[in-house]
């Protein structure tokens, strides 16, 4: 299992109440056992209300024994909850411009994140992403899940990010102070 920056992130989703199953190495000559994998997300729309006026900063990704996550880091939003809509689509468009931006993979999730990729009383970037382009400094090469990552556009306040998937899996959606993450299963 690979981790990028997620021990922290872990040990506050533990004392968020939020089931985390960490499989344990195996010792040379152990039986391995499986990790029982949460069910019953789902995949229709996942969607909660506009309240942060935070800006984003990072976007990463990371694997998991059940799934793979995106994380988007909104360190400006403090407590207050991050709105966002997390959907399947059928085609990628960019907003506003409504161009196609092609994705890798057998579905493509769409995430709208109610936070600007740029500070809304400078409008200096706060995050690098272009339009129609791979994440900066995400690779899901080997992942056994994610396909693609591409940011679509930041407007209006809300930044727009098409997540390549191998087929269309059930996902979920939380919330950390500061973060919203959006996990996406390996299998039904």
């Given amino acids: 299992m690979r981790r990028r920056r997620y021990g922290a992130m872990l040990a ?7 089931g985390v199953v960490v499989a344990a190495p195996a010792t040379a000559g152990a039986t391995t056992t499986a990790v029982a994998c949460p069910t019953g997300w789902g995949s229709l729309p ?17 694997e998991h024994d059940c799934y793979d996550r995106m994380v988007f880091d909104v360190p400006t939003a403090g407590i207050e909850p991050i709105g966002y809509t997390v959907h399947y689509v059928g085609a990628f468009y960019q907003d506003p411009s409504g161009m196609r931006i092609p994705i890798s993979g057998g579905a493509i999730i769409e995430i709208r994140v ?3 990729a740029y500070d809304p009383a400078t409008h200096t970037a706060t995050y690098p992403g272009r339009g129609g382009r791979v994440l900066p400094g995400v690779d899901v090469t080997g ?25 269309r899996l059930p996902f979920r959606v939380s919330q950390l102070s500061n973060r919203l993450v959006v996990d996406v299963a390996h299998t039904w």
């Fill in 12 to 18: 506050a989703l533990t004392m968020a109440g939020v």
């Fill in 46 to 62: 996942k969607t909660a209300a506009d309240t942060s006026v935070g800006s984003l900063t990072d976007i990463r990704t990371g």
């Fill in 143 to 167: 992942y056994r899940t994610f396909r693609e990552a591409k940011f679509g556009a930041s407007f209006e306040g809300v930044t727009q990010v098409g997540l390549g998937v191998r087929a």
């Fill in 114 to 116: 109610s936070a600007p």
